[in-house]
């Protein structure tokens, strides 16, 4: 069981974390986060390849957001600077130990999730 945590208001142009814990979420995991903003269907973000720690981002976040992992704290964290309005969304942490390199950006690939916690920005 993935547990998310972070998220919140912020204006546009400022940072957020978010960030996902779970007993057991070792390196052995592929780590993703997907958002679904609202209104619209749940989309790719970013992921970082299992044991060798490959990332992986989605256009339209690239160079501002970063996702990393704490392998002693079995958590995954998603940095979110220069947020825009359009990142408004339900951001969602995924994991897998199965899943290949062409399925990363497939929400159906993954096999668990976090709840999912609100980020929003204001204009």
Known sequence: QLQA???GLVQTGGSLRVSC???GLTSTYTV???RQ????ERE????MFRNNGRTYYSDS???????????ARSMV???MNFLKPEDTAVYYCAASRTIIMSQLTVSNSYHYWGQGTQVTVSS
């Open 61 to 71: 976040v690239k160079g501002r957001f970063t996702i990393s992992r704490d392998n």
């Open 44 to 47: 790719f973000v970013a992921a």
């Open 77 to 79: 964290s998603l940095q």
């Open 37 to 40: 903003p609202p209104g619209k």
């Open 5 to 7: 945590s972070g998220g």
């Open 32 to 34: 993703a986060w997907f």
């Open 21 to 23: 814990e779970a007993s």
